[in-house]
């Protein structure tokens, strides 16, 4: 991967910022390297996303990142979209957490799941801890949706981004998922 851009964008729960890296064109012309979610000030969230894509000032966005940034504010006003297609790089990350993210990827917008469950599912059932961690470390939330894993009994767990579980309940309720009641995607698994 080349050097990282960023930008920033407006959306309904606040400024967001996004990073890509161009690739070298075997998989995909370019990767998203990391996401931020709103910040308490447009300042700190300018800080985060460029200090993330190790870059001195925003880039305009290629029409390619354009469009994932449409997506992305489409998502957020209840239009849910599905974001695996969109290349991600994690090759910054240890593996767990490469795994962890790349099974976070796969739970659909509206469902979700525990701590426990996804540890079982990667073949680590007494790992719950080390998944939260796991997805505490995720540079590209939303994209890789770690919002959707909760506690047990659909208890709303951490969340790592500015405003913490608040910031996951919103997210949770634009997809029109229920934290007491989603375990539904687990059972499916």
């Known amino acids: 991967m080349k050097p990282a ?23 995909a012309p370019f990767a998203i390297v ?9 300042d700190v969230a300018e800080a ?14 290629p029409p390619s990142i354009a469009e994932i940034i449409e997506r992305v504010r489409k998502h957020l006003t209840g239009e849910l979209q599905d974001f695996r297609d969109i290349p991600v790089d994690l090759s910054g990350a240890a593996p767990f957490v490469r795994r ?5 990827r796969e739970i659909p917008a509206g469902r979700t799941t525990t701590y426990a469950d996804l540890a079982t599912a990667l073949g680590h059932s007494s790992l719950a801890r080390a ?3 796991a997805l505490g470390m995720n540079p590209i939330p939303l994209i ?6 909760v506690a047990a009994h659909g208890k709303p767990g951490g ?3 500015h405003g913490g579980r608040a910031t996951k309940a919103k997210l949770l309720a634009i997809e029109g998922a229920v934290v007491n009641l989603c375990l539904e995607f687990a059972a499916e698994a």
């Not at 962890?100 to 976070?104: F, P, R, S, Y």
């Not at 890789?144 to 894993?149: D, E, G, L, Q």
């Open 144 to 149: 890789i949706p770690c919002h959707r894993v």
């Open 34 to 42: 990391s996401f931020q979610l709103p910040e308490s000030t447009a």
């Open 131 to 133: 998944v939260g961690q």
């Open 159 to 161: 969340f790592s981004a």
């Open 5 to 27: 851009s960023y930008c920033l964008f407006p959306t309904p729960l606040g400024l967001c910022g996004i990073a890509w890296s161009e690739s070298n064109g075997i998989d």
């Open 100 to 104: 962890v993210c790349e099974a976070v």
């Open 48 to 61: 985060r996303i460029a200090q993330s894509a190790d870059a001195d000032t925003a880039s305009e966005a």
